[in-house]
DNA sequence: TGTACATCAGTGAACGCGCGTTCACTGATGTAC
DNA sequence: TGTACATCAGTGAACGCGCGTTCACTGATGTAC
């Protein structure tokens, strides 16, 4: 208990939990979410199906696990794409278009894993509560880059007409949540750069740009460009 | 041969291959596209499972049969929309917000069939070239308002830095394929208008939204005023 | 109009496949005395 | 340090399931003369 040096069997034991992850994630490449097979994973790494039963409880487990790594994986790319920035200096407006890139990098690097946790829901598996926080890595990461362009004054103020009391309402949970100090117009205007960002990526991840654009990465640059302009991202 | 009067059999063909899909359809809005089954299908018709064969080739048809459906039946209520603020004079901005409403209000109403078509691709299938056509209708339909809009001289010119020339380059293409008159800047910002709206829909549909935002309709009206004015679409 | 033949929708059995999960087991590793 | 027992990773057979697709068939519908 509490033990620092672990047993041999703790150590197998991890890495063999490693192992049929990382085949999990090679599989998963491949045939995508809902054709992931515990029986064809555990075959590749020359076990008997039934032994990846001593690992995770059933296959959903083994999904929870995917995906909980999948968001980790993005999170950390984009936190140290922020964090990179921060250091270096960045004005607001280069952070944000260094951390876009890195989202987008991420999700072109890995299409499956993206699919995984932004495309469509794989049906009938309900994702868990552990998994909220490491999904909430990314969204955290871009916000705090919005906060701090705010702390350090460099956000441009909103113009246009003020918004709906409704949507100041709707704001306010998510500047409580990761923006206390910026100003509510800010907010609503970053949740549309949010989306707009995980749009463009999907659409290109998908396939929906075939036969309309060519170059995504012009159309890319192009499009957090305008976004970063649209919350007030000073370069 | 050309005859008008088709005889009962053919009637009855199109009545069971209609049936068919209209199973079909059920199914996937309770399980999704990768777990159709085209025994699941029949079962419930109360046929043998070899009776498919007669309808559709393969389980791959069927989907296919269900995707060109989804984008048409998409493709419609845009159009649709689309037409009826024409008719009625709306503005550029009454008829992108009526389209925009239109397109959302479908994917709601079909979360299923939304997925399929703009969920994760389904792995293993190719979308044959028939889908082409019923897919483009959708986006077709929101490319000619914003043509209607420059043939009426009522667009917004586009403030801010030139456009870079490899931009132009992509933009022309699409200028050709949906908006012959229109000024390349508005284009680009079209494009990225056009996938902040699907990307704020998936994220809605697909559950990304929760834990964030609440009140989804008030944040997509929201949404959809921002980028209506980042394209230059006046009241 | 009536008959002979061709077409084709639908059947039911079968093939071969892969899946998730359970279970009793063996043998190696770990632990308490 | 040595022994006896407990823990636990991994095995292999089995269960029950559903799938897509093929095939030879029956019987109703359609068509040519």
Redesign the interface.
Known sequence: MGNTIPTARARARAEVSAEILAEARRQLAV?????LSLRAVTRELGMASSAAYRYFPSRDDLLTALIVEAYDSLGEAAERAADSTADSGGSPFERWQTVCRAIRGWAIDNPHEY??I???????YRAPVLT?GPASRV?LALAGLVSDAQRAGTLAPVA?PP??P??V??VE??RQ?AMEDVPPDTI??A??AW??????I??EV???LQ?????AD??F???IA??G??VGLRH
Chains 1, 2 share one sequence.
């Open positions: 045939a995508g979410a809902s054709s699919a995984l932004y495309g469509s829901p794989v049906p009938g909220v969204t246009g918004l709906a409704a949507m309402d709707q949970g998510v949540l609503a205007r949740l549309v989306t707009q960002l995980f749009g463009q999907s659409f998908f396939g929906q036969g309309i654009v060519e170059n012009v159309v640059e192009h499009a305008v976004m302009g649209v």
